[in-house]
């Protein structure tokens, strides 16, 4: 059973060094969708992908963040120059088709301790 | 500007106590309504895809239903293995991208043995 994979499930970095988290969307899925839940809030949509393609990054910083889904291996959520306020649980979603009624499954996340 | 509202924040429950979790929604348009588990340390799991006032869908103890403000997940004779947070999500028909889903704070449910 190949749900979403992501990792590393937890990453430590200091302040100004970069994070780089990966995810391997479920099989046969091809839509991959990034959200961040910082302590005590919910889920924040970040950015929505297909292979090669960035479709809709309307939740993600402007600066640090950046994405990728390349046409081999797994999406890639890079944060660059790491700050204590980015310290967050990264989850990571697939969809089959991208349809707005598609389900979208979560993987077991990413937690980010910034030092 | 869209928004999901969960009530209430946290709920604790006997065992075999049953009860209802709520989801209100203000969006411009709404193409389904997602209900989610989400276990300490790990990722929402799905549970429920609503799309029109009206629909009903049920899985063992739970049963989630929806009208054209709300929706409520509704739990029968709940058991200590469904303590969880319940996340609730709406797929808006506002501007951009129609597939992000906007997530409500969710309900931290603690079922008591």
């Known amino acids: 059973n190949a749900g979403v994979m992501q990792n590393p499930r937890h990453l430590v970095r200091r302040r100004g060094q970069e994070a780089r988290l990966r995810c391997s969307p479920m099989?046969?899925?091809?839509?991959v969708y990034w959200y961040r839940q910082l302590p005590e809030e919910g889920l924040k949509f970040m950015v929505y992908?297909?292979?090669?393609?960035?479709?809709?990054e309307s939740g993600m910083p402007k600066e640090r963040f950046s994405a990728e889904f390349p046409k081999e291996g797994p999406s890639i959520l890079r944060i660059q120059q790491v700050v204590r306020g980015d310290s967050a649980a990264y989850f990571c979603?697939?969809?089959?088709?991208?349809?707005?009624?598609?389900?979208?499954?979560f993987g077991p996340g990413t937690r980010l301790t910034v030092l | 500007e869209d928004q999901v509202t969960q009530s209430p924040e946290a709920l604790r429950l006997q065992e075999g106590e049953s009860s209802s979790l709520n989801c209100s929604y203000t969006?411009?348009?709404?193409?389904?309504l997602f209900w989610y588990r989400q276990d300490p340390g790990k990722g929402p799991e799905f549970l429920f895809t609503l799309y029109s006032a009206g629909e009903e869908k049920e899985k063992e103890r739970l049963k989630a239903t929806l009208t054209k403000k709300e929706s409520f997940l509704h739990i029968t004779a709940p058991k200590p293995e469904d303590s969880a947070t319940y996340l609730c999500a709406v797929h808006p028909l506002s501007s951009g991208s129609a597939r992000q889903l906007t997530f409500g704070s969710g309900t931290q449910l603690t079922v008591l043995p």
């Open positions: 099989k046969g899925h091809s839509h």
């Open positions: 969006v411009s348009g709404l193409r389904g």
């Open positions: 992908l297909q292979k090669e393609n960035i479709i809709d």
């Open positions: 979603a697939s969809s089959q088709r991208g349809a707005s009624t598609d389900t979208q499954y």
